[in-house]
């Protein structure tokens, strides 16, 4: 049987969304990896740095799971929500920024937990160092392996069921090839433009140091995100694919 034509057009228009989308985010993409880079360089060069950020290691290593799900919460949930209300809101808030940030605290906290895990797994599987022979495996695996099957539609679908007002009916009726062309894919997409990179550089850390890169890279764009969203309001795509590279939780223009 050959393939659809009309289904592989949406494919590739849905891999072109997903491009525009890192095209018009491209700036603070840049700016986030330009300072992941930093902190790596200054880890390898600089003694004092490196002490600091050992101990920070360490101290998040004893938490363990839930220190590493309580540190993604605050990255992902809190701090997000709180550049929101005072960079985008002017402080305003609203019962729906308070909603908003229980929501991504309980999401970002499960998939703290979950990081945390796959990371060791990770070192486990592969080893530890920053050889190509070490990081390019752990990429492929995390990029191609737990991004697709995982993370994205973790995201993807627990954003669009946060904008159907939990509405499990109306997210199962969505659920058919073009929710994976309109949504998922393009989302797909921008986690590779921003992760691929950025995930480079955390696995070029030792073991113990790369969740708090992770969680620094969370925090860190989830304050950039207030600048990018007024770039994409007028584009549900955009700001479908910003929710879930980011990733924040935020209503769909759409809707």
């Known amino acids: 049987m050959r393939p ?115 990371y060791r797994f990770q070192a486990y599987w592969w080893g530890q160092g920053a050889s190509l022979s070490i990081v390019l495996p752990k990429v492929i695996c995390d990029q191609f392996g737990y991004t697709v099957l995982f993370a994205s539609p973790y995201y993807t679908l627990l954003t669009r069921w946060h904008v159907l007002r939990y509405s499990g009916s109306r997210l199962w009726a969505e659920l058919d090839r073009h929710f994976l062309t309109e949504r998922f894919l393009p989302v797909l997409v921008v986690n590779w433009m921003f992760w691929i990179p950025a995930i480079s550089l955390v696995y070029a850390m030792p073991t113990i140091l790369q969740p708090p890169l992770y969680i620094f890279a969370t925090a860190v764009w989830g304050l950039l995100v207030p600048a990018v969203m007024k770039q994409n309001s007028s584009s549900s795509v955009a700001h479908d694919s910003v929710a879930a590279a980011s990733p924040q939780m935020l209503a769909d223009p759409a809707e």
């Open 4 to 118: 659809d034509p009309s289904f592989l057009a949406s494919v590739k228009e849905a891999f072109r969304k997903g491009l525009r989308a890192t095209a018009q985010n491209l700036p603070p993409i840049l700016a986030l990896q330009a300072l992941m880079g930093v902190i790596v360089v200054l880890y390898y060069f600089w003694p004092p740095f490196t002490g600091v950020l050992t101990r920070l290691a360490v101290w998040q290593h004893w938490g363990g799971d839930l220190g590493n799900g309580l540190a993604a919460a605050l990255a992902g949930g809190v701090l997000s929500e709180l550049s929101l209300v005072y960079f985008q809101d002017r402080g305003h808030w609203t019962w729906s920024h308070l909603e908003n940030l229980c929501f991504k605290f309980a999401i970002f906290f499960v998939s703290g937990c979950v990081v945390f895990e796959f």
